[in-house]
C-alpha cells in the first residue's frame, strides 16, 4: 500500500505544480540556467541547517587537463577519519560545491568521515564523460592532498552521491573495479539515476507531478550526452560487475519516478555476490534532502542510516 506524502510537502508540491503549469502557459523553456537557478533556489531556502565543522579547506586535485577543485570537511582534526567522497546531484547540468555545503556538512557531521566535495564539471559545456573524469581524478590523487596538508586520515575511501551524483558515483565503482589502485570501501547512492535507458516502470508511473519529471529527465540527458553514446552500456544498471564493486546503499523516494532502478540495481548486485542495502523513504519525492526543513525527520532518518551504513 502507498504511503501519502506528508501534507507540508504535498502542499508545497501543488504549489510548484501549479506554478510550473503557468509559466508554461506563458512561453517558458528550460535552459541550463534557469535549470541551476531553481536547484540554487530551492536548495539554499529549504536547506538551512548548516553544522559548525571545525576544518574546512579548499584544494585542487590534478586532473585530466583540469584541475578539480573539492572542498575538504574534517569533523574531527584530531582523529585519523576515513574518507567520504561527494558528488553533488543536479541532473549533470545544476549543482555546485557551495550550494551543497550544508548537506556535506551534514554529511560529516552524520557519518565521523572526512567529506571531500567534488567541484566537477557539468553539461552542456563539458557534456559525458567529463564530471567522471573529475570524479576519478579525485578518487585517484585525494590521498597525496591531503598528506600535503597535513591531514589525518584513514585511507579507507568511500563515495556519497545524490541523483546524478549517485550515477557519477556508481559508474566510477563499475569503471574502476578492475584497477589494482584502487579499492572503494563502500558507496551510498542517494535517489541515483542508474538506467539512461529509462526503462523501469516508475519512470512512467510517476513521469509527471512529483517535481522531478520524465521530460526534465530526458533533457538532462539531452544535455549530458553529446557524442551518441550507447545509453545501456554506460548505465551503471547495465555494467559489468565483479566482487571487487563495494557494498552498496541505495536510498530511494517513493515517488520519485528514478525509485524502481535503485532497487533493480539492489538486486543485480546481490545476485552478483555484492552486499547490497536498501532503504525506501516513504512518502518522499525526489531530491527531498534539498527540502529538509520541510521533512526534518525523514532527512534525520537517512544522514542516520547513512552513518549506520558507513560505520558498521
Known amino acids: 500500500m502507498a504511503n ?3 501534507a507540508v510537502l504535498q502542499n508545497w508540491l501543488d504549489t510548484a505544480n501549479a506554478v510550473k503549469q503557468q509559466l508554461l502557459e506563458n512561453g517558458f523553456k528550460i535552459t541550463s540556467s534557469n535549470a541551476r537557478e531553481a536547484l540554487e533556489t530551492l536548495t539554499r531556502r529549504y536547506v538551512t541547517s548548516r553544522p559548525e565543522i571545525p576544518l574546512v579547506r ?5 586532473g585530466n587537463r583540469f584541475r578539480v577543485p573539492i ?5 574531527q582534526p584530531e582523529q585519523a577519519l576515513p574518507l567520504l567522497i561527494l558528488a553533488h546531484g543536479g541532473g ?3 549543482g555546485s560545491l557551495s550550494l551543497y555545503d550544508p548537506i556535506a556538512r551534514r554529511l560529516a557531521k552524520a557519518t565521523s568521515h572526512i567529506i571531500v566535495s567534488v567541484d566537477y564539471r557539468l553539461a552542456p559545456e563539458c557534456p559525458h564523460p567529463s564530471g567522471l573524469s573529475d570524479l576519478a581524478s579525485v578518487i585517484k590523487g585525494v590521498v597525496p592532498i591531503l598528506e600535503r596538508l597535513n591531514l589525518r586520515f584513514s585511507p579507507r575511501l568511500s563515495l556519497v552521491g545524490d541523483s546524478a551524483g549517485g550515477a557519477l558515483c556508481a559508474t566510477s565503482s563499475h569503471r574502476l573495479q578492475f584497477d589494482p589502485a584502487v579499492s572503494i570501501h563502500r558507496q551510498v547512492l542517494i535517489y541515483p539515476s542508474l538506467d539512461y535507458t529509462l526503462s523501469q516502470p516508475s519512470i512512467n508511473e510517476l513521469a509527471k507531478g512529483y517535481l522531478l519529471e520524465r521530460d526534465r529527465i530526458l533533457w538532462y540527458f539531452d544535455n549530458y550526452f553529446q557524442h551518441d553514446e550507447n545509453r545501456a552500456e554506460i548505465s551503471p544498471l547495465f555494467m559489468p560487475c565483479s566482487i571487487r564493486l563495494p557494498a552498496t546503499l541505495v536510498i530511494t523516494a517513493e515517488y520519485c519516478p528514478l525509485r524502481d532502478e535503485g532497487s533493480a540495481y539492489v538486486e543485480r548486485l546481490r545476485n552478483s555476490g555484492i552486499h547490497a542495502e536498501l532503504y525506501q523513504a516513504d512518502g518522499m519525492i525526489h ?3 534539498n527540502l529538509e526543513d520541510l521533512v526534518k525527520e525523514q532527512c534525520e532518518a537517512v544522514y542516520c542510516r547513512i552513518g549506520r551504513f558507513l560505520n558498521t
Open 71 to 75: 572542498r575538504i570537511y574534517h569533523p
Open 58 to 62: 579548499d584544494d585542487l586535485v590534478p
Open 4 to 6: 501519502p506524502i506528508p
Open 287 to 289: 531530491a527531498f534532502l
Open 92 to 94: 549533470h547540468t545544476a
